[in-house]
């Protein structure tokens, strides 16, 4: 299964995006679903997740500007508020129970200062 990731783009500081991520296949209800970024020299790192019951957890470098939700059509979305410049990075949405764990391509998020 491949996640298939998208939204991204180029944004100037204080602007918004929002990342959303598909899931040809599976249900995400039935998964517990992250939000990774990587950027350049970084490790990855995750950035956001719900769980299978609904439950959001964010890190704390993202908290009060980054929404993470899970709808009706089967999609994830990310939505990012009052970017900064050190939000810039590759994002990728995960979907992973006991025995699977399924990532996307990853979609770059650029936030010009």
């Known amino acids: 299964v491949q996640l298939q990731a998208s939204g991204g783009g180029l944004v100037q500081a204080g602007g918004s995006l929002r990342l959303s991520c598909a899931a040809p296949g599976i249900t995400f209800s039935y998964y517990n679903t992250g939000w990774y970024r990587q950027a350049p020299g970084k490790q990855r790192e995750l950035v956001a997740s719900?769980?299978?019951?609904?439950?959001a957890n964010y890190v704390d470098s993202v908290k009060g500007r980054f929404t993470i939700s899970r709808d009706a059509k089967n999609t994830v979305h990310l939505q990012m508020d009052s970017l900064k410049f050190e939000d810039t990075a590759v994002y990728y949405c995960n979907a992973r129970r006991w025995d699977v764990d399924y990532w996307g391509k990853g979609t770059q998020v650029t936030v010009s200062s």
């Open positions: 719900i769980s299978s019951g609904g439950t």
